[in-house]
């Protein structure tokens, strides 16, 4: 059968179950029997184990039920519920750690505690108890808003309702995971892709009774909010909520060492296919919640906490050709083409071979058996070659000099950080005047996490390009509609829907915009960083003409690597042309700030030499933390200079000509009301 005809079976398939749901949930007068109904999702799920390129939102392996999420009240966490950093490698580990020790100012050889604890996959929760008595259940939402869940969270046995120990908080958020056990699994393997599904799709039951009928299991292993709470460590923690009736992990482990990490991480492995849950890694906490305090958060995760994560399912191989994709930064990435294969579940065609130094080093070359990996959502990739299997007279792959697409030298550029040479190679050009580098720019322009156009795909990308409709980000807000209607495929009402969907977007929020622009290393995060330290466009703008490219290593988060990748965005005169050219077009938003009215608000510091037990980055985020703002260089600006050992004496004489305040650590952490 072919694509299109299988997508059409399925969405038939799919348009019908959700007529059933709707007679089902939304009117309470099934028009199927429960039989025929299980058949027919048995079916849809069956085709989307089949074809992976199915995917419905209608899905019932995405939903149980009819809508969900719109019958759920929307409340705020109290602590906002933050995800983790993931870690891969031994060598991750021992950057984590290294990071932690430095942020801290401690020697080398400072022993740090960590709570390991199995990363369950489920669904998390945040459970609010005041005085005992479970009053909310919150789903994790978008880490910041939840779903009121709190009837379906009832049904579940390990979740206790009263808790009277007298040690138990005044009041407290308690979190963890909410999953299925396989076991259980094995009775609803019909109805669900997976356990997590399973687990996802009946919490979210409109009717408790439904989320009943499934055995969900409950484990605690974090808190958000509290008051009254008396421990100072995770593992303490972990204790005294098996005392309070909650079930933990037994096989959470208090170990200290990336080596022993290490060895608990193997032993784990080793136990996992035996486990009666699905984990895919290990969380590492520090168990000091003192320590933990001090590190505080990047982003929307922990600099005191990282995930482990396992290697994941294999499977053997031949690659048939080997292609090479360019990415919207002029990256050549070379991609193997293999015989289909089922890994985990899922029809994996495309391995990924990452750059030109990871072909060589394995030797890869077309024709090969090769085992390949997928991890997670992450791309598949190709572990190793059989060379007992490679047939004679094979050739080595020569990696293109020159770019497929416009024929630029392809160069490996010089790292002055890591000083070695990059591994990937890159198109030289100078972005747009390279085809696949600008239609790729153009996607990610458009993409959902961008300008999230509706209805402006990639497939619509690459058609108005080629069409001659659009070169530059700014052709999409000047688009000829009356041309495009014309287009075969296009008709009055689908082209209106597609002015509209832009018209809508021309307001946009100036970190979605730096963010859509594709400057390198410049991911939603930093765009969001940046956007909050040059508050307009103008100013964004400007810094080409400013050039104070260095102020910007004293945003929190970004580091010389962005800062470089920002330089050479400006040097490229088109690119400016482009901001110009969306000023006129587009309205955009200032940032949002939200005021926070910390101890040093409006107040402008500056560190110079060493500091007691305190690192450059403690001190930063401390002032950040208290709203407070730190700067690079002594101005009329600056309110306090912070001095330690062998402060630079420059700054020191400019801020006493400035009669700026010097004041030294103690004094600094007394206006914290802290003591060192
Ligand atoms: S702690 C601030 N502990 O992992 C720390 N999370 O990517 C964040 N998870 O959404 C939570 N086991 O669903 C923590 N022992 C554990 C966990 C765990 C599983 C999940 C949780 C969270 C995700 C973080």
């Known amino acids: 059968m072919k694509k299109k005809e299988i997508y059409k079976k399925y969405k038939e398939k799919i348009n019908l179950i959700t007529k059933f749901n709707k007679s089902y949930f939304e009117k309470s007068t099934p028009i199927v029997s429960d039989i025929e109904y299980d058949e027919l999702k048995k079916e849809i799920i069956n085709l989307e184990k089949e074809y992976n390129f199915l995917k419905s939102k209608k899905s019932p392996a995405e939903t149980v039920g009819y809508k969900p999420s719109k019958n759920f009240k929307k409340a705020l966490h109290k602590t906002p519920m933050l995800s983790l950093a993931n870690a891969f490698s031994k060598d991750d580990l021992i950057n984590f750690e290294k990071k932690i020790t430095n942020f801290l100012s401690k020697k080398n050889d400072y022993k740090i505690f960590y709570s390991a604890e199995p990363k369950i996959d489920g669904i998390s929760a945040s459970l609010t108890y005041k005085k005992g008595n479970l009053i909310r259940g919150l789903s994790r939402g978008d880490g910041k808003e939840g779903e009121d869940i709190t009837g379906n969270l009832n049904t579940i046995e390990d979740i206790p309702k009263t808790i009277p120990s007298r040690d138990f908080p005044e009041e407290i958020d308690i979190r963890g995971e ?41 484990i605690a292993y974090t808190f958000g909010f509290e008051k009254g709470l008396k ?306 466009f103008q100013n964004f703008k400007n810094l080409s003409v400013t050039n104070k490219y260095n102020d910007l290593l004293n945003i929190d988060g970004i580091g010389e690597t962005q800062v470089n990748s920002i330089k050479n965005f400006f040097s490229v005169p088109k690119n400016f042309e482009v901001l110009i050219e969306l000023e006129k077009l587009l309205t955009i938003k200032k940032p949002i700030f939200e005021k926070k009215n910390g101890l040093l608000k409006d107040k402008f510091f500056l560190v110079t030499g060493k500091l007691y037990n305190l690192s450059r980055a403690e001190v930063k985020s401390l002032i950040e933390e208290n709203s407070g703002t730190t700067v690079s260089s002594v101005t009329k600006k600056l309110n306090y200079l912070i001095t330690g050992e062998k402060p630079t004496k420059r700054k020191v004489e400019s801020a006493k000509a400035l009669k700026i305040k010097i004041i030294n650590q103690d004094e600094f952490l007394k206006m914290l009301n802290k003591t060192s």
């Open 231 to 536: 421990v100072d460590n995770q593992f303490d923690y972990l204790n005294k909520l098996g005392e309070w009736g909650f079930k933990t992990n037994p096989l959470n482990k208090l170990i200290s060492g990336v080596k022993n990490l290490i060895t608990n991480y193997v032993d784990i492995e080793k136990k996992r296919a035996n486990l009666d849950f699905d984990i895919d890694g290990i969380v590492y906490k520090i168990n000091d919640f003192a320590l933990q305090k001090r590190l505080g958060n990047v982003a929307n995760a922990p600099r005191w906490a990282i995930a482990h994560k396992f290697s994941s399912n294999k499977a053997v191989s031949e690659i048939k050709d080997i292609e090479i994709q360019i990415g919207r930064t002029g990256a050549l990435t070379p991609v193997a083409k293999i015989k289909p294969i089922n890994i985990g579940g899922v029809l994996v065609s495309n391995a990924t071979l990452h750059n030109e130094d990871e072909i060589k080093r394995k030797d890869i070359r077309i024709g090969d058996t090769v085992t390949v990996e997928r991890a997670g959502d992450v791309i598949p990739h190709i572990l190793s070659v059989d060379f007992k299997k490679r047939k004679k007279n094979v050739q080595r792959f020569v990696f293109p000099e020159k770019c497929p697409s416009c024929g630029s030298k392809t160069i490996k550029e010089f790292n002055s950080i890591t000083r070695k040479k990059d591994a990937v190679r890159r198109c030289s050009s100078e972005g747009y005047f390279c085809e696949k580098i600008s239609v790729e720019k153009l996607k990610h322009f458009v993409s959902k996490e961008a300008f999230n156009i509706d209805g402006f795909g990639k497939k619509i990308v690459e058609n108005f390009w080629k069409l001659k409709l659009i070169k530059f980000p700014q052709d999409i807000f000047k688009l000829d509609y009356n041309k495009i209607q014309k287009l075969e495929g296009w008709g009055e009402l689908s082209v209106e829907n597609l002015k509209y969907s832009i018209n809508e977007k021309k307001k946009i929020s100036l970190e979605k915009l730096i963010y859509a622009l594709g400057i390198r290393h410049i991911g939603l995060e930093n765009a969001k960083l940046l956007s909050k330290y040059f508050t307009s």
């Open 178 to 218: 909410v999953f299925i056990q396989n076991s259980d699994f094995e009775k609803l393997k019909d109805k669900f892709a997976n356990p997590r599904n399973a687990a996802s799709g009946s919490l979210r039951q409109k009717n408790p009774e439904d989320t009943k009928k499934i055995p969900l299991k409950f």
